[in-house]
């Protein structure tokens, strides 16, 4: 490592550990307020169908009913439901089973939940598609005008990828699926509002106050500025939670009417179809390579399913890591009858990993090569199809640090060969995201006393960004960790931040951080030169007081500068305005998974596993080592159990719960090794690189590429559940 | 929630009365674990709720002469850890052990247990599926990887009690009390399947609750074994569990019991493994000709034949386990 740090690339304690741990953590959920209206929401029983009539009067005749809205008196759109702009809050043509109909406020949660059973509803059933293949057919219902499969694919093509596979001594032909897996946090949706004259306050489980402030005024046709978004904590999103909801809708609505504050609470059931999850995936790949290794073609024609309306990309993102002449990428965004599709952790990535990490193990095995060797015979020079230079790049070291770690090349030997039910295998899989930097805000008070406040518009949503803020202020103040304290969560009282999603929150917001620290810096010596008639670069700001360099000892306090009746020195940047130039800014990742499989009951069980990471320098190791191990964890279930099911009949989810989904358990985590290999990024905020999104990229394939190095069976399907592995070996 | 009287039954005959005095309007409630989620989903929505736990009595494992019995409020976690169950019962103590959670063992019931609804997803789900008085069985047609294969149609929910086969492998009694009288009938024929009755699981009368379950002391030389396997580690329901109890005598096994859940609507005895196994050596060719037995009239669906070969292979498993 180039640098020292006082307080970096160590392992601090959250900032609000105590808080949490002791249940002083105000969530949404937490909050009420004096006459505060429960709200429940009806929803459409039907996949696709046109409501032709409500009836609400037998539910507003219910005592402690006080309003009930639906598309028949409320017509907002709800922007951020749709990126075509295709959706209301109410639809009058509902989509999916669970798509709102209507909601009812009363005064406690009971009686709205009755008053939805009293609300009739006429509807007419449309045909409804539910499956990638069945909304593809020519002869499907169209879920929207222009077809359920968009024409135009998203994707690049790099050389002539028809030339690459002639060139190859070895072809791979193979088709992935991969499967809806809901977000599964653990806090469920709330939504308070209530409003003071003109103005709304709405206390969200947000991932981005900012965002959900600006969509919340556009659909309200409100000014920004009589819009105040509240989220002090929150409960887990991992990017269902980046914007303004339909929920959060329907609380301003029913608060606006009836003079309330009104919630609208979910139940779990509710959360797992009314939001979205990550959006699965038919996946084709066609993949040459030469005896050594190399590979010549790598082409990919994706499919993802985005349900009812269009909520995020649909892209897939895993093809760009190797270094291949020839690509070609083309990914094609399909409507369903079922909950929609949209930001899941790293979203477009351990989908489309899971499927080319396994298509090439296939092609490792058959050229007769290890999984390792191959990998490293292809790593990335240069980015994508623009052959951007690296800001920084450390892949090769973290998969030679990660597998001397893991043993890969003993166990490999090891595994060689088995015989009896209980199986053993490794598998390795790699992974990346982007690291952008852009716009965001921060200020930053040093009061007179020395002590530091920092304001920034973040909302810490698990990953100890709160933490990472107020590190980075000492860092940058060179003052005790202890001294700082960090302001989050309030628009009325935070400067902007662009929202927790994407990676942004440390590269954006911790930039900030570092330039209202300079300013404020700036501007206590500037003051202090003047005051004390020296030269400012003879003064610094060293422990909260002003120090004369060349005279050790010698320091004046805060208010012999500044003066008794100034409270602070105030340095606020509203615009960071970052440069990179024409570099790509990745953080990259080597995954190693080792797993037990029973082969006389398909059950598997990951049994050791190595994370090593290039993230740049690391802010704070503790919060970045749990980011990466709930990452794996995450990206396990994702392998093993979780998918959302729909009955191919009626469309109708039939586990959208927890158990239902079943994600892993505590027992069946094992210690997961978490590695960083430091190389410090000339961009970064002191050196660092994103690091939240990429922890559950490489996780499926590498537990898929052990599955089948232990069992021989390859399942292309996810999730690898016992049933595949027993009807898998039927076949061996 | 919809809202419901909350009746304190003081005595079993009070329980029973209460119950008869709202026929399908009111259910006995112990612990809830099942039932306070079905009320939250609304697939129940009684009007009248009557709390057995306030019924003295009703909690205590009774060891006697040449029985043990269970009261039906008898904790689950009570079967594991009260000790009075020895080696003699060892395949109840497993299947006690691996139910649910620990938080869920530590309230649930051994009577709740026996009496839970099924966990078939479309009865849980908001469709109104034949066995919640609607006119289809979505399973067969639909999404089955957790469906029946032995004993099914016209519902093809498995029976989710992991101590229901671990008792009928004892053969365990069932007592019963009810409004026109107390009967005491083998636990096996306390289930039924669905061609019996396609609404419930059992033959509890609306005014009838489980009061008690009785097991014979097995003869000596008896052992007895619980395979369950699941999905996840804990907290799970079987994909398919075994309950196997055996004596061998003289090299030749004398008397079998294997009775298996997570594959039929109710816990499943097979008689098959059983002749496959009795008079015969204890050894790996008979018990895989037990195991082969067992599964020979298994009709899977079009997603659930892995249970068909993960059903012999745990049969094995846990014969192995008492070789």
Same mark, same amino acid.
């Given at each position: 490592?180039?640098?020292?740090?006082?307080?970096?690339?160590?392992?601090?304690?959250?900032?609000?550990?105590?808080?949490?741990?002791?249940?002083?953590?105000?969530?949404?959920?937490?909050?009420?307020?004096?006459?505060?209206?429960?709200?429940?929401?009806?929803?459409?029983?039907?996949?696709?169908?046109?409501?032709?009539?409500?009836?609400?009067?037998?539910?507003?005749?219910?005592?402690?009913?006080?309003?009930?809205?639906?598309?028949?008196?409320?017509?907002?759109?709800?922007?951020?439901?749709?990126?075509?702009?295709?959706?209301?809050?109410?639809?009058?043509?509902?989509?999916?089973?669970?798509?709102?109909?209507?909601?009812?406020?009363?005064?406690?949660?009971?009686?709205?939940?009755?008053?939805?059973?009293?609300?009739?509803?006429?509807?007419?059933?449309?045909?409804?598609?539910?499956?990638?293949?069945?909304?593809?057919?020519?002869?499907?219902?169209?879920?929207?005008?222009?077809?359920?499969?968009?024409?135009?694919?998203?994707?690049?093509?790099?050389?002539?990828?028809?030339?690459?596979?002639?060139?190859?001594?070895?072809?791979?032909?193979?088709?992935?699926?991969?499967?809806?897996?809901?977000?599964?946090?653990?806090?469920?949706?709330?939504?308070?509002?209530?409003?003071?004259?003109?103005?709304?306050?709405?206390?969200?489980?947000?991932?981005?106050?900012?965002?959900?402030?600006?969509?919340?005024?556009?659909?309200?046709?409100?000014?920004?500025?009589?819009?105040?978004?509240?989220?002090?904590?929150?409960?887990?999103?991992?990017?269902?939670?980046?914007?303004?909801?339909?929920?959060?809708?329907?609380?301003?609505?029913?608060?606006?009417?009836?003079?309330?504050?009104?919630?609208?609470?979910?139940?779990?059931?509710?959360?797992?179809?009314?939001?979205?999850?990550?959006?699965?995936?038919?996946?084709?790949?066609?993949?040459?390579?030469?005896?050594?290794?190399?590979?010549?073609?790598?082409?990919?024609?994706?499919?993802?399913?985005?349900?009812?309306?269009?909520?995020?990309?649909?892209?897939?993102?895993?093809?760009?890591?190797?270094?291949?002449?020839?690509?070609?990428?083309?990914?094609?965004?399909?409507?369903?009858?079922?909950?929609?599709?949209?930001?899941?952790?790293?979203?477009?990535?351990?989908?489309?990993?899971?499927?080319?990490?396994?298509?090439?193990?296939?092609?490792?095995?058959?050229?007769?090569?290890?999984?390792?060797?191959?990998?490293?015979?292809?790593?990335?020079?240069?980015?994508?199809?623009?052959?951007?230079?690296?800001?920084?790049?450390?892949?090769?070291?973290?998969?030679?640090?990660?597998?001397?770690?893991?043993?890969?090349?003993?166990?490999?030997?090891?595994?060689?060969?088995?015989?009896?039910?209980?199986?053993?295998?490794?598998?390795?899989?790699?992974?990346?995201?982007?690291?952008?930097? !852009?716009?965001?805000? @921060?200020?930053?008070?040093?009061?007179?006393?020395? +002590? /530091?406040? *920092?304001?920034? $518009?973040? %909302? #810490? =949503?698990?990953?100890?960004?709160?933490?990472?803020? !107020?590190?980075?202020? @000492?860092?940058?103040?060179?003052?005790?960790?202890? +001294? /700082?304290? *960090?302001?989050? $969560?309030? %628009? #009325? =009282?935070?400067?902007?931040?662009?929202?927790?999603? !994407?990676?942004?929150?440390?590269?954006?917001?911790?930039?900030?951080?570092?330039?209202?620290?300079?300013?404020?810096?700036?501007?206590?010596?500037?003051?202090?030169?003047?005051?004390?008639?020296?030269?400012?670069?003879?003064?610094?700001?060293?422990?909260?007081?002003?120090?004369?360099?060349?005279?050790?000892?010698?320091?004046?306090?805060?208010?012999?500068?500044?003066?008794?009746?100034?409270?602070?020195?105030?340095?606020?940047?509203?615009?960071?305005?970052?440069?990179?130039?024409?570099?790509?800014?990745?953080?990259?990742?080597?995954?190693?998974?080792?797993?037990?499989?029973?082969?006389?009951?398909?059950?598997?069980?990951?049994?050791?596993?190595?994370?090593?990471?290039?993230?740049?320098?690391?802010?704070?190791?503790?919060?970045?080592?749990?980011?990466?191990?709930?990452?794996?964890?995450?990206?396990?279930?994702?392998?093993?159990?979780?998918?959302?099911?729909?009955?191919?009949?009626?469309?109708?989810?039939?586990?959208?719960?927890?158990?239902?989904?079943?994600?892993?358990?505590?027992?069946?985590?094992?210690?997961?090794?978490?590695?960083?290999?430091?190389?410090?990024?000339?961009?970064?905020?002191?050196?660092?690189?994103?690091?939240?999104?990429?922890?559950?990229?490489?996780?499926?394939?590498?537990?898929?590429?052990?599955?089948?190095?232990?069992?021989?069976?390859?399942?292309?399907?996810?999730?690898?559940?016992?049933?595949?592995?027993?009807?898998?070996?039927?076949?061996? | 929630?919809?809202?419901?009287?909350?009746?304190?039954?003081?005595?079993?005959?009070?329980?029973?009365?209460?119950?008869?005095?709202?026929?399908?309007?009111?259910?006995?409630?112990?612990?809830?674990?099942?039932?306070?989620?079905?009320?939250?989903?609304?697939?129940?929505?009684?009007?009248?709720?009557?709390?057995?736990?306030?019924?003295?009595?009703?909690?205590?494992?009774?060891?006697?002469?040449?029985?043990?019995?269970?009261?039906?409020?008898?904790?689950?976690?009570?079967?594991?850890?009260?000790?009075?169950?020895?080696?003699?019962?060892?395949?109840?103590?497993?299947?006690?052990?691996?139910?649910?959670?620990?938080?869920?063992?530590?309230?649930?019931?051994?009577?709740?247990?026996?009496?839970?609804?099924?966990?078939?997803?479309?009865?849980?789900?908001?469709?109104?599926?034949?066995?919640?008085?609607?006119?289809?069985?979505?399973?067969?047609?639909?999404?089955?990887?957790?469906?029946?294969?032995?004993?099914?149609?016209?519902?093809?929910?498995?029976?989710?009690?992991?101590?229901?086969?671990?008792?009928?492998?004892?053969?365990?009694?069932?007592?019963?009390?009810?409004?026109?009288?107390?009967?005491?009938?083998?636990?096996?024929?306390?289930?039924?399947?669905?061609?019996?009755?396609?609404?419930?699981?059992?033959?509890?009368?609306?005014?009838?609750?489980?009061?008690?379950?009785?097991?014979?002391?097995?003869?000596?030389?008896?052992?007895?074994?619980?395979?369950?396997?699941?999905?996840?580690?804990?907290?799970?329901?079987?994909?398919?569990?075994?309950?196997?109890?055996?004596?061998?005598?003289?090299?030749?096994?004398?008397?079998?019991?294997?009775?298996?859940?997570?594959?039929?609507?109710?816990?499943?005895?097979?008689?098959?493994?059983?002749?496959?196994?009795?008079?015969?050596?204890?050894?790996?060719?008979?018990?895989?000709?037990?195991?082969?037995?067992?599964?020979?009239?298994?009709?899977?669906?079009?997603?659930?034949?892995?249970?068909?070969?993960?059903?012999?292979?745990?049969?094995?498993?846990?014969?192995?386990?008492?070789?």
């Amino acid at each position: 490592m180039a640098r020292e740090f006082q307080h970096l690339s160590k392992s601090t304690p959250r900032i609000d550990a105590l808080e949490r741990v002791t249940g002083q953590a105000r969530y949404a959920e937490d909050v009420t307020l004096p006459g505060m209206l429960y709200a429940r929401v009806l929803r459409s029983p039907h996949p696709h169908a046109r409501v032709k009539s409500i009836d609400t009067s037998a539910a507003e005749a219910l005592p402690g009913v006080r309003a009930i809205i639906h598309s028949g008196n409320t017509k907002n759109t709800w922007s951020g439901g749709d990126m075509q702009g295709r959706r209301k809050v109410f639809s009058e043509v509902v989509r999916f089973v669970g798509e709102p109909v209507a909601c009812v406020a009363a005064v406690d949660r009971h009686i709205a939940e009755d008053a939805l059973q009293l609300i009739r509803v006429e509807y007419e059933q449309l045909p409804a598609a539910f499956s990638i293949d069945d909304a593809m057919k020519p002869d499907a219902t169209p879920i929207h005008p222009g077809g359920n499969l968009e024409q135009k694919p998203m994707g690049y093509e790099i050389g002539d990828v028809e030339e690459g596979l002639k060139q190859a001594d070895v072809r791979s032909e193979q088709t992935f699926r991969t499967k809806h897996v809901n977000n599964a946090q653990l806090e469920r949706r709330v939504s308070l509002a209530n409003w003071d004259g003109g103005r709304v306050t709405i206390w969200a489980s947000t991932q981005g106050i900012y965002n959900c402030q600006k969509d919340m005024a556009t659909d309200l046709g409100l000014p920004l500025s009589k819009v105040r978004i509240i989220c002090e904590y929150m409960g887990g999103g991992f990017g269902n939670k980046n914007q303004a909801y339909d929920f959060d809708m329907m609380a301003a609505l029913l608060s606006k009417q009836t003079r309330r504050p009104v919630r609208v609470e979910f139940n779990r059931h509710e959360d797992f179809i009314a939001v979205h999850g990550r959006w699965p995936t038919l996946q084709h790949y066609r993949i040459g390579a030469k005896k050594d290794g190399t590979i010549t073609a790598m082409h990919l024609k994706g499919y993802s399913g985005m349900g009812a309306y269009l909520r995020s990309s649909g892209d897939l993102a895993s093809v760009e890591i190797y270094n291949a002449a020839n690509v070609k990428k083309e990914v094609y965004r399909v409507y369903t009858n079922v909950s929609c599709s949209a930001n899941y952790r790293a979203p477009a990535f351990p989908q489309a990993f899971f499927a080319l990490e396994s298509a090439l193990d296939e092609i490792a095995a058959e050229i007769g090569m290890d999984p390792l060797e191959f990998r490293l015979k292809n790593l990335p020079t240069t980015w994508g199809e623009k052959k951007q230079q690296f800001s920084s790049i450390a892949l090769e070291e973290c998969i030679r640090q990660g597998a001397a770690a893991f043993g890969w090349a003993e166990k490999r030997r090891q595994y060689a060969n088995q015989t009896g039910d209980i199986r053993h295998g490794i598998g390795m899989g790699l992974g990346h995201f982007g690291s952008g930097l !852009g716009p965001s805000s @921060a200020t930053v008070k040093i009061f007179q006393d020395g +002590s /530091v406040k *920092v304001f920034v $518009g973040v %909302t #810490d =949503v698990g990953t100890g960004a709160k933490t990472t803020m !107020g590190l980075i202020a @000492a860092e940058a103040l060179e003052i005790p960790f202890e +001294s /700082v304290s *960090v302001v989050s $969560g309030d %628009t #009325d =009282v935070c400067p902007y931040s662009p929202g927790e999603s !994407g990676s942004r929150t440390t590269g954006y917001t911790g930039v900030a951080v570092i330039q209202a620290c300079e300013k404020a810096k700036q501007e206590l010596l500037d003051q202090a030169a003047a005051q004390l008639k020296m030269k400012r670069e003879d003064l610094a700001f060293s422990n909260g007081a002003v120090v004369a360099k060349g005279e050790p000892g010698k320091s004046w306090k805060l208010t012999e500068i500044i003066g008794k009746n100034v409270d602070a020195i105030i340095g606020e940047v509203a615009n960071t305005r970052p440069a990179m130039g024409n570099v790509a800014r990745v953080c990259f990742a080597a995954h190693f998974a080792e797993v037990e499989v029973n082969l006389a009951t398909g059950k598997i069980r990951v049994t050791r596993y190595v994370a090593a990471h290039d993230s740049g320098i690391v802010i704070n190791k503790l919060t970045g080592g749990s980011q990466i191990k709930g990452g794996v964890v995450q990206g396990m279930g994702m392998a093993l159990r979780e998918e959302l099911i729909w009955d191919r009949r009626t469309g109708v989810p039939v586990n959208n719960y927890y158990h239902g989904v079943k994600p892993m358990l505590h027992p069946e985590v094992p210690d997961i090794e978490v590695l960083f290999v430091e190389k410090e990024d000339p961009y970064g905020p002191f050196g660092s690189k994103a690091l939240g999104e990429v922890p559950i990229v490489p996780v499926v394939g590498a537990i898929a590429n052990a599955v089948t190095h232990a069992t021989g069976v390859r399942v292309r399907e996810l999730p690898i559940t016992p049933d595949k592995i027993l009807m898998g070996l039927r076949k061996a | 929630m919809k809202a419901f009287i909350h009746k304190n039954a003081t005595s079993v005959r009070e329980a029973v009365m209460l119950l008869g005095q709202h026929p399908g309007k009111a259910l006995p409630i112990a612990a809830g674990s099942d039932l306070l989620a079905e009320m939250k989903d609304r697939i129940e929505t009684p009007e009248v709720v009557v709390n057995l736990k306030t019924i003295p009595g009703l909690d205590k494992i009774q060891k006697r002469q040449d029985s043990i019995s269970i009261g039906a409020l008898v904790p689950i976690i009570e079967l594991v850890e009260s000790g009075l169950l020895g080696t003699n019962f060892q395949v109840l103590v497993e299947a006690a052990s691996v139910i649910a959670s620990p938080q869920i063992r530590n309230v649930g019931t051994v009577g709740g247990n026996l009496c839970q609804r099924p966990r078939c997803w479309y009865y849980r789900s908001d469709l109104q599926c034949l066995r919640k008085g609607g006119k289809t069985c979505f399973a067969p047609m639909g999404e089955n990887r957790y469906h029946a294969i032995l004993g099914a149609g016209p519902s093809y929910i498995v029976h989710p009690s992991d101590l229901a086969p671990a008792l009928i492998s004892l053969d365990a009694k069932a007592r019963i009390a009810g409004g026109s009288g107390d009967r005491t009938i083998a636990l096996e024929q306390f289930f039924v399947l669905p061609t019996t009755n396609v609404r419930r699981e059992n033959v509890l009368r609306p005014d009838e609750i489980l009061t008690e379950i009785i097991i014979p002391l097995p003869a000596p030389g008896t052992k007895s074994t619980y395979w369950k396997q699941m999905e996840r580690d804990a907290w799970d329901f079987a994909l398919v569990s075994v309950a196997a109890a055996v004596r061998v005598q003289d090299g030749k096994v004398a008397q079998a019991r294997v009775a298996m859940g997570g594959v039929a609507p109710v816990p499943w005895r097979s008689h098959e493994a059983e002749a496959a196994l009795v008079g015969k050596a204890l050894d790996e060719i008979n018990i895989a000709e037990a195991a082969q037995q067992a599964m020979k009239s298994a009709r899977p669906l079009r997603d659930n034949a892995y249970k068909v070969d993960l059903a012999k292979n745990i049969i094995k498993g846990a014969l192995q386990k008492l070789a």
